[in-house]
């Protein structure tokens, strides 16, 4: 028998995404104290990371290499924040090497599992957003958390989720570039935004004092170019420039969720769960 553990992540070519993900591993490995290995959802970033001759394995292929290696159980966790298509094909592509490499591997779930145990599976990580946010924000200084966002059923965990969040804090909000309504199909047109922030504004205008400012957090595991871009950037789009024009100071907070301690803990917790059960007599 011989352990091994496989983080999932979309993948990143940035420094601070790669040191957020470097820093993942060192606390794995020393929590475990077991070999651990990295795969890559995003074929796009793959490539990327293959072009700069990174390793940059999908999760097949990496569960195949560590197989190579006589790994014969692995824990599989992966970053992503909600179970959507990403995280099915991580699910898929594990059944699938169990199956063809004789392989004993569990998987533990992403941030967001369960809008109906919200007991386990929301309120950690509202009580963690709520911790996340920086220290230097004034109490009546309101904070977006921009989320990616889905159209499909997995909208729920976000409204789930951003409804617990408000209840903690009624000046934290949690919106999505993809709105969450999977009735609300996209619009097509770019002078619609097809996202929350649009109809969040005028509740962050009322909210906001005078001389107080806005606080932009990305609910993502990594910063990559949505934070950079779509969240921070200076162009028309991007949140932060479309709360500034609305009159309102804003300060955007480059830090994903792997950039922090808590957050980590809470996922190395569920690799945790994962090797008891890889563990446990069959």
Known sequence: MKV?????????????????????????????GLPVRWAYTSETMRHRLACSKTKSDSVYKALSRMRFERFTHVAVQSLHIIPGREYDAVGSDCAHAAAQLGMHIQTGPPLLFSSEDQEASIKPVAELMIRHIPASRASDEPVVYMA??????????????????????????????????????????PAVPDDDLEALLPLLRSCTPTGRQVWLLPMLSLVGSHAVKDMAGDHDTSWKKRIMEAGLPCTAELKGLADDPSFVSLWLDRVDASLKKLYAPT
Do not use: W
Not at 5 to 31: D, H, I, M, N, P
């Open 148 to 189: 990616h966002g889905t159209r499909n059923e997995c909208a729920a965990l976000y409204a789930s989720l951003a409804g617990i969040v408000h209840a903690m804090d009624p000046l934290v909000f949690v919106a999505a570039m993809i709105r969450n309504n999977a009735d609300a199909p996209a619009t097509g047109d």
């Open 4 to 32: 091994g553990l496989l983080f999932v992540a979309y993948g990143s070519a940035s420094f601070k995404g790669t040191s957020a993900l470097r820093s993942v591993q060192e606390k794995a490995a020393q929590r475990f």
